[in-house]
């Protein structure tokens, strides 16, 4: 069972910046592509951004895009979401997981224990 470490989350004011950590192992980041996605309250899980293994292309929602930027350590073991000009339309649990889908996150279990965003005054 493949399962990643999300951290980062925090509190932060509407205009801010959050730097989000997904702590994987060395394997998985070479063979598989790694996903950020969200849940809001009341709302389904959906996809955020994803960076490929191999040629690392990269995926960004339209929610998000020019706003955020993924990013991946292979040093560290490790991709980041960089947000910046967060919403509270922003505000949701984030989870890393090694898929760009929900639906195959979701079929093979992927899901770890997420971090929270909270963007308000």
């Known amino acids: 069972q493949v399962q990643l470490v999300e951290s980062g989350g925090d509190l932060v004011q509407p205009g801010g910046s959050l730097r989000l950590s997904c702590a994987a192992s060395e394997f998985v980041l070479k063979y598989y592509p790694i996903g950020w996605f969200r849940q809001a309250p009341g709302k389904e899980r959906e996809e955020v951004s994803c960076i490929k293994s191999g040629d690392g292309s990269i995926f960004y929602a339209d929610s998000v895009k020019g706003r955020f930027t993924i990013s991946r350590d292979n040093t560290k073991n490790t991709v980041y979401l960089q947000m910046n000009s967060l919403t509270p339309e922003d505000t949701a649990v984030y989870y890393c997981?090694?898929?760009?889908?929900?639906?195959?996150?979701?079929?093979?279990?992927?899901w770890g224990q997420g971090t929270q965003v909270t963007v308000s005054l």
């Open positions: 997981a090694p898929a760009c889908s929900v639906n195959i996150a979701t079929m093979y279990n992927y």
